[in-house]
T-cell receptor
Framework: DQQVKQNSPSLSVQEGRISILNCDYTNSMFDYFLWYKKYPAEGPTFLISISSIKDKNEDGRFTVFLNKSAKHLSLHIVPSQPGDSAVYFCAASAGRGSTLGRLYFGRGTQLTVWP | ETGVTQSPTHLIKTRGQQVTLRCSSQSGHNTVSWYQQALGQGPQFIFQYYREEENGRGNFPPRFSGLQFPNYSSELNVNALELDDSALYLC???????????FGSGTRLTVV
């Protein structure tokens, strides 16, 4: 039962343009959402997160938007750079007091940024 | 500050065998979680240890077991290996918080 879904397995964007990666979830108990970036032969690296009490969080070139009514979040990267080419995972967590740290991951989206 | 280190990086085992994977948490972290990432999938939660006690488990059979030691390093043990256990096994550590979740590079297990 996939509670976090990334329906686009791949995305190709030209350098300097905006990359938009999407993620949907089904569990209304999720209250914290994260994006991780993964390069080959490395573990996932934390990128940015958002709490369910917010609808937007920015960190430099990265912005995450959360639409709770649609159970949808997106990651915007502006401007995209070739070094951003990686697999991006969306993850969610519920009930931090009882299941602290358990993350539910999507299947990932391979982002390719070309010059 | 050292990150999370896992050993070995690659491993090949025969069906029915047992395997132990190891993880050294990032310095100062007291919580460790293990994830299994099959090919083309996202990481799936196996279990989590907090101060040497298991405090959460995903949908994995009992032949997946773990330990956390006083120095907060950890082991994942898998008995009676099956072909479907072939995957990347990721260890992640944190300090009482979801924010500082640091992953290791993983152990690639192949069961033949």
């Amino acid at each position: 039962d996939q509670q976090v879904k990334q329906n686009s397995p791949s995305l190709s964007v030209q350098e300097g343009r905006i990359s938009i990666l999407n993620c949907d979830y089904t569990n209304s108990m999720f209250d914290y959402f994260l994006w991780y970036k993964k390069y080959p032969a490395e573990g996932p690296t934390f990128l940015i997160s958002i709490s369910s009490i917010k609808d937007k969080n920015e960190d430099g070139r990265f912005t995450v938007f959360l639409n709770k009514s649609a159970k949808h979040l997106s990651l915007h990267i502006v401007p995209s750079q070739p070094g951003d080419s990686a697999v991006y995972f969306c993850a969610a967590s519920a009930g931090r007091g009882s299941t602290l740290g358990r993350l539910y991951f999507g299947r990932g989206t391979q982002l390719t940024v070309w010059p | 500050e050292t990150g999370v280190t896992q050993s070995p990086t690659h491993l090949i085992k025969t069906r029915g065998q047992q395997v132990t994977l190891r993880c050294s948490s990032q310095s100062g972290h007291n919580t460790v979680s293990w994830y299994q990432q099959a090919l083309g999938q996202g990481p799936q939660f196996i279990f989590q240890y907090y101060r040497e006690e298991e405090n959460g488990r995903g949908n994995f059979p009992p032949r997946f077991s773990g330990l956390q030691f006083p120095n907060y390093s950890s082991e994942l043990n898998v008995n009676a290996l099956e072909l479907d256990d072939s995957a990347l096994y990721l260890c992640a550590s944190s300090l009482d918080s979801l924010y500082g979740y640091t992953f290791g590079s993983g152990t690639r297990l192949t069961v033949v």
